[in-house]
């Protein structure tokens, strides 16, 4: 995916003034938004169902449409004032598309619609990333790719992750600290979505340098049992270690 293409899509979308350019968070976010169309252009037809969660503004979700060519895509943003500002993105398309804006939080069922194609996360904060795959798991989509964002104490995983590291004798030096607990909150993460029945990949988004926060989890429902089980097995070890 062309950067320059999703630059000037993200403007006139979301900005569509004259003699304004996009701002430094804006680039920053186009480079996050090209990586993940990139890896959105690579499963399935455009005509399939696409769900940006926890959407925010829905770049991903109307680039889709704009720059990929999707014609279906289903947006959760439980903020209603940037659901109104997808709602007035939706407007500039240069692409007809069935686009559906739910005003809601990913963590309620009822703001999902059944078996989505395809289910996209770009930085959600904290837990909703967290909800976001169990929402899709719960939705029984095709395909996920998040990318989480902050590791707050809102994770679900995090006092338990907290917990294992005073277990363990780990320094509270923050940098020492913060990598083991960010590595068991991501290691919950990917055994959850394995045990469920997706095939799950975790991979570099972007550079580090463009964001800390830019790992992606790739799962395709394959629902392997014998995977399934190995994956329910460690998770179970992992969850244990909460008691001890």
Known sequence: MELAAVEAALHRLFIAAAGTSLRREDLKKARETAALLER???FGRP???LVDAAAGKAYVGLLAVELLGFSRVH???RDPRRAELCRQAIARLGKPADVRVVAGDVADRAAWPDEPDVVVGLHACGGASDAILDGAVAARARVILVVPCCYAAAVPFSAA???RADALGVPRHAEVRRRFVMSLIDGERTLRLEAAGWETTVEALVPPTV???NLLWRARRMGEPVRMRAAAEQLARLHAAESR
């Open 40 to 42: 959105l252009g690579r």
């Open 47 to 49: 005509e399939r169902l």
């Open 75 to 77: 947006v959760i943003e």
């Open 161 to 163: 992750a907290e917990a």
């Open 211 to 213: 964001t800390p926060h």
